[in-house]
């Protein structure tokens, strides 16, 4: 079973109170949750850091939590953090600049 969750705004209290979630996603047999992003333009980072306790929170539940559909600054905001891989998007190489000498 999947579950998803739409942010549209990613307040602490609404990330905080997710992660008390996390045991009965599991308990009710959902075994992936996809937190969607697309309405989000912006994650401070408390936010990213509360995004990273709820992947790992899920994993100890064995609740695989992964972000989906991040709007362009939020997926460069999450590559700078170095956290994108460990919320489930997939790597991206960076982009390539001209040298101009």
Known sequence: MEKT?????????DLA?????????RDA????????????DFLNSISI??????AIAGRNHDVRVVVERPSPP???TL??????????????DPPEFETII
């Open 5 to 13: 969750i739409r942010l549209r705004k990613p307040y602490e209290s």
């Open 17 to 25: 109170a997710l992660m008390q979630e996390v045991p009965a996603w």
């Open 29 to 40: 047999g959902c075994r992936v949750v996809r937190v969607d992003l697309a309405g989000v």
């Open 49 to 54: 850091g509360l995004l990273v306790r709820l």
């Open 74 to 76: 939020v997926r460069t």
């Open 79 to 92: 590559d700078h953090a170095a956290v994108a891989e460990l919320l489930g998007l997939p790597r991206q």
